[in-house]
Structure formats: structure tokens, C-alpha cells
């Protein structure tokens, strides 16, 4: 507990400090809690994500760093490896192949990576994943952007 | 994981009384996979007692032949066995025992100098391989405290069964193992044209992604070239013995060892020692586990 505190306090002033550095992400602490984050990526560029913003939530363990923070997305999103309904992301690194070498702020780079490229072998939303797998790509791209334009975007008014 | 739900079959106050997080079919499988892990696992601690070898040869009993024979010549060298929990993490536990052990009863100070210094070699390669110093950092300050209590005659001083305690508790031994860890790929990825081909021919992976699939996260068993770079980095020999089934063909049982004697990245002249190809850790493999073995006479 005394660890993970410490831990998540030195990615707190990292996060604090390298603000400019990576302007896709912008990552949070909740005010009262630093076991709770919430994270707003951009959609990659060249992507179906292109132009929306994604917002994370993440929810720190005790035993962080040795376990993975579990996250989940907020904003709907049309993407094999997320569930449609509860945002679960189905990524190894938040699973088997986690370790103290990532940090939230990795974890998000690792997610927009996740985004430009899904595996759609590995499903969590299925249909996205068969459109892809029978090689359709464009009615996962227009499903996609449609939904990036329904929950990602800013509405116009 | 293929066949997840396409339709919203769950109600919305079942979900809700699951978790406020909803329907997490994955996690769920993985917290089911921990719990049934933590309940092997609680039937035996990180490091047990040290046991009289006899306790091997009681549980083959009714097995293998070869192997009890096997057992009796191991008896002729071997003193006692000190298990360690099978969870995919006991050559690190085992290593860091039985080095710490050795360090509390030798209270070799040029061997902790030595040490140390390849410990920070250790900090600059991952510095240099590019991983942020928050990462790793923790983990390196706890291997270094557990290094400076085994000396004695100080305030901060831990006995042997204190070692043995903290061998069994969680924040230090799992701190321990991560140290190793993060040493043991930096050195990977260091000499990543002399590790290639091994890696190559086990998991067809890059070093780098070695690195990060299996030596980096917790419970990621073992394998020569884990040992053969914790052994190089730290400079610390390790004999490893091998109970198996193998048998050779003149009929006489042998137990086979290897020594994974470090390379000579600094010579260990300085302090005049010879015991350099003389491992004072010995570790008995037996496929898929490591326990700690003790010499007679040692």
C-alpha cells in the first residue's frame, strides 16, 4: 500500500513535469484518491479514431506496480479488443505480460498503439473483429468513425 | 475469449450487483485464475525450512527408480533442501536466499563491494536502454537494504531467521525477485547479439520482446538464459543441479550439475579471491522447479 503510494506520487510528478511532452495524452489524478486516474488520449491520425477524444478510466491496485492497473474506456468505442458495452480492453500488457517497467502514462501510449492497430484475433467485440477478419475493412472503418463522430467529437452546435 | 456475449443478455441490476465496473468477463477470469494461484500457493511459503535430504527420496517412494537412485547419490554431496513456492518466480527466490544466506554467514565485505558495483552497472544499462529511473528504482533500493542488514554489528541488523522471515514476506521477497528481473533483462538486452540465438531457438521472439513477455512480469518461469545473465550481471556463479529421468547408457546413475560461471566482465583479482568457479549457490532444478541445495561440510 505504502509502496504503491510511493510509486504512483513519482508518476504523479513525472506526469506533472513532462506535460508537453506527449500532447496526445493528458493524464489525471482524482483529486482525493491517487488510485483513481482518468486519461484523455487522442485518436491516432490515419485511424478511424482520427479527430476524437477517448477518455480512460483507471483504477489502481494496492499491489501497484506488481499488478497492472485495470482500465477501461469511457468513451464508446468501436474496436475489436474493447468491449462495446463495458470499455474492458483486452491488451496483454494490462494482463499476463504486465510489469513495474510500464507506467499509466506507457499504458496510454499502449493503448493509441492498440488503436491503430487492432487484433482482431483476439476479440472482445466481435462483430468489429469479423468485419475485420473477413477482410471488410472498410465497414469496420465506417462503423468506426461512426462511432468516434457519435462519442468522441465535441457535439456541433 | 472468442465467444463473448454479442447480445446484452445480463439484466442491468444483476451487472450492477457484480461490480460497479460492470460485466468484466476477463478480469473476472483472471482474478478466478489469481485466487486459485494464491490458494496453491498459501500451502507453501515463498521459502520453506531447510529440510534433511531425506525428505526428497519420501516423496518419490513409490516412483521412478532412477530418480531414487539419484536421490542417493545427491545424499553422498547434498546435506538438506530448502523449497521454494512453486509460482513461477522460485529461481529468483531460491537465488536471493541463498545469496543473502551466503552474504549473513561469510560476512564477506569484498563480495558485497562487488556486488554492489555490478548493481549500479545494472542501473546505468537500463538508464541507457532507455527505461524511466521511477520504474525500477524501488526495487533496486530494496534489494540494497536487504544486502546492507545482512551485515552484522550494525543498528539495522537482521539475524538469520529475520532473513527468513523477510524471505517470506511478500513486499520484500516479490521487490527482490522484481530487482532480479530488472537486471536480468537489462543484462539480455545489453548483449543482445551474444543472447539472440538462444532466445531465437526458445520463443522466436526479439530479445526485446523476451524481455518484456518473459522475464519482466512476475511469474514468468526461468530458463539458461535467465540464469546465465542474472549470473553474468550480478558476477555471482551458480551451479545448477538436475534431478531427472535421463539415464546414461552404462548403467551407473549420475547426477548431472552445470555451473553458470559469470563472464569475466571485471576479474575478481581485487580481492584475491579463488572461490570465483567455486559457486556458493546451488540450486536443484527438477523440470519446471528450482529448490536451494546445501553442501555437506559446507
Same mark, same amino acid.
Given at each position: 500500500?505504502?509502496?504503491?503510494r510511493?510509486?504512483?506520487?513519482?508518476?504523479?510528478?513525472?506526469?506533472?513535469?513532462?506535460?508537453?511532452?506527449?500532447?496526445?495524452?493528458?493524464?489525471v489524478?482524482?483529486?482525493s484518491n491517487?488510485?483513481?486516474?482518468?486519461?484523455l488520449i487522442k485518436?491516432?491520425?490515419?485511424?478511424?479514431?482520427?479527430?476524437?477524444?477517448f477518455?480512460?478510466a483507471?483504477?489502481?491496485?494496492?499491489?501497484?506496480p506488481?499488478?497492472?492497473?485495470?482500465?477501461?474506456?469511457?468513451?464508446?468505442?468501436?474496436?475489436?479488443?474493447?468491449?462495446?458495452?463495458?470499455?474492458?480492453?483486452?491488451?496483454?500488457?494490462?494482463?499476463?505480460?504486465?510489469?513495474?517497467?510500464?507506467?499509466?502514462?506507457?499504458v496510454?501510449?499502449?493503448?493509441?498503439?492498440?488503436?491503430?492497430?487492432?487484433?482482431?484475433?483476439?476479440?472482445?467485440?466481435?462483430?468489429s473483429?469479423?468485419?475485420?477478419?473477413?477482410?471488410?475493412?472498410?465497414?469496420?472503418?465506417?462503423?468506426?468513425?461512426?462511432?468516434?463522430?457519435?462519442?468522441?467529437?465535441?457535439?456541433?452546435? | 475469449?472468442?465467444?463473448?456475449?454479442?447480445?446484452?443478455?445480463? =439484466?442491468?441490476?444483476?451487472m450492477?450487483?457484480?461490480?460497479?465496473w460492470?460485466?468484466?468477463?476477463?478480469?473476472?477470469?483472471?482474478?478466478?485464475?489469481?485466487?486459485?494461484?494464491?490458494?496453491?500457493?498459501?500451502?507453501?511459503?515463498?521459502?520453506?525450512?531447510?529440510?534433511?535430504?531425506s525428505?526428497l527420496?519420501?516423496?518419490?517412494?513409490?516412483? $521412478?527408480?532412477?530418480?531414487l537412485?539419484?536421490?542417493?547419490?545427491l545424499? =553422498?554431496?547434498?546435506a538438506?533442501?530448502?523449497?521454494?513456492r512453486?509460482?513461477?518466480?522460485?529461481f529468483?527466490?531460491?537465488?536471493?536466499f541463498s545469496?543473502?544466506?551466503?552474504?549473513?554467514?561469510?560476512?564477506?565485505?569484498?563480495?558485497?563491494?562487488?556486488?554492489?558495483?555490478?548493481?549500479?552497472?545494472?542501473?546505468?544499462?537500463?538508464?541507457?536502454?532507455?527505461?524511466?529511473?521511477l520504474?525500477? =528504482?524501488?526495487?533496486?533500493?530494496?534489494?540494497?537494504?536487504?544486502l546492507e542488514?545482512?551485515?552484522?554489528?550494525?543498528?539495522?541488523?537482521?539475524?538469520?531467521?529475520?532473513l527468513?522471515?523477510?524471505?517470506?514476506?511478500?513486499?520484500v $521477497?516479490?521487490?527482490?525477485?522484481?530487482?532480479?528481473?530488472?537486471?536480468?533483462?537489462?543484462?539480455i538486452?545489453?548483449?543482445?547479439?551474444?543472447?539472440?540465438?538462444?532466445?531465437?531457438?526458445?520463443?522466436?521472439?526479439?530479445?526485446?520482446?523476451?524481455c518484456?513477455?518473459?522475464?519482466?512480469?512476475?511469474?514468468?518461469?526461468?530458463?539458461?538464459?535467465?540464469?546465465?545473465?542474472? $549470473?553474468?550481471a550480478?558476477?555471482?556463479?551458480?551451479?545448477?543441479v538436475?534431478?531427472?529421468?535421463?539415464?546414461c547408457?552404462?548403467?551407473?546413475v549420475s547426477?548431472?550439475?552445470?555451473?553458470?560461471?559469470?563472464v569475466?566482465?571485471?576479474?575478481?583479482?581485487?580481492?584475491?579471491?579463488?572461490?570465483?568457479n567455486?559457486?556458493?549457490?546451488?540450486?536443484?532444478?527438477?523440470?519446471?522447479h528450482?529448490?536451494?541445495?546445501?553442501?555437506?561440510?559446507?
Amino acid at each position: 500500500m505504502q509502496a504503491s503510494r510511493a510509486r504512483l506520487f513519482k508518476e504523479y510528478k513525472e506526469v506533472q513535469r513532462e506535460k508537453t511532452a506527449d500532447p496526445d495524452i493528458q493524464l489525471v489524478c482524482d483529486d482525493s484518491n491517487i488510485f483513481k486516474w482518468t486519461a484523455l488520449i487522442k485518436g491516432p491520425s490515419e485511424t478511424p479514431y482520427e479527430g476524437g477524444v477517448f477518455q480512460l478510466a483507471f483504477s489502481v491496485p494496492e499491489q501497484y506496480p506488481l499488478q497492472p492497473p485495470q482500465v477501461r474506456f469511457l468513451t464508446k468505442i468501436f474496436h475489436p479488443n474493447v468491449h462495446f458495452k463495458t470499455g474492458e480492453i483486452c491488451l496483454d500488457i494490462l494482463k499476463n505480460a504486465w510489469s513495474p517497467a510500464w507506467t499509466l502514462q506507457s499504458v496510454c501510449r499502449a493503448i493509441i498503439a492498440l488503436m491503430a492497430h487492432p487484433e482482431p484475433d483476439s476479440p472482445l467485440n466481435c462483430d468489429s473483429g469479423n468485419l475485420l477478419r473477413s477482410g471488410d475493412v472498410r465497414g469496420y472503418q465506417s462503423m468506426a468513425r461512426m462511432y468516434t463522430r457519435l462519442a468522441a467529437m465535441p457535439k456541433k452546435g | 475469449m472468442g465467444d463473448k456475449e454479442k447480445e446484452p443478455v445480463l =439484466e442491468d441490476d444483476a451487472m450492477g450487483s457484480c461490480s460497479a465496473w460492470g460485466n468484466f468477463e476477463d478480469d473476472d477470469v483472471m482474478q478466478q485464475q489469481c485466487s486459485i494461484q494464491d490458494d496453491e500457493a498459501k500451502k507453501f511459503p515463498y521459502v520453506g525450512d531447510k529440510e534433511p535430504l531425506s525428505s526428497l527420496a519420501a516423496e518419490y517412494q513409490s516412483g $521412478s527408480p532412477i530418480l531414487l537412485e539419484k536421490i542417493k547419490v545427491l545424499d =553422498e554431496q547434498y546435506a538438506a533442501i530448502r523449497r521454494t513456492r512453486g509460482d513461477g518466480n522460485c529461481f529468483f527466490r531460491g537465488f536471493m536466499f541463498s545469496y543473502l544466506e551466503h552474504i549473513l554467514e561469510s560476512q564477506d565485505n569484498a563480495e558485497i563491494d562487488r556486488v554492489k558495483a555490478n548493481v549500479e552497472r545494472s542501473r546505468k544499462a537500463l538508464q541507457t536502454l532507455g527505461y524511466a529511473e521511477l520504474t525500477f =528504482e524501488d526495487f533496486f533500493t530494496l534489494f540494497l537494504e536487504q544486502l546492507e542488514d545482512v551485515i552484522q554489528g550494525k543498528e539495522t541488523s537482521i539475524s538469520h531467521e529475520e532473513l527468513v522471515l523477510r524471505s517470506r514476506d511478500q513486499s520484500v $521477497s516479490d521487490y527482490v525477485v522484481m530487482f532480479f528481473r530488472f537486471v536480468t533483462s537489462a543484462e539480455i538486452q545489453k548483449r543482445s547479439e551474444f543472447f539472440e540465438p538462444f532466445i531465437m531457438g526458445l520463443t522466436n521472439t526479439t530479445v526485446e520482446q523476451f524481455c518484456k513477455s518473459a522475464v519482466e512480469p512476475m511469474g514468468e518461469e526461468s530458463d539458461h538464459v535467465h540464469i546465465t545473465s542474472l $549470473s553474468d550481471a550480478l558476477g555471482i556463479p551458480i551451479r545448477v543441479v538436475y534431478l531427472d529421468r535421463s539415464s546414461c547408457d552404462t548403467g551407473g546413475v549420475s547426477v548431472n550439475h552445470h555451473d553458470f560461471i559469470p563472464v569475466a566482465t571485471d576479474l575478481p583479482n581485487a580481492s584475491g579471491s579463488t572461490e570465483k568457479n567455486n559457486p556458493f549457490i546451488t540450486l536443484l532444478y527438477r523440470p519446471g522447479h528450482y529448490d536451494i541445495l546445501y553442501p555437506k561440510g559446507g
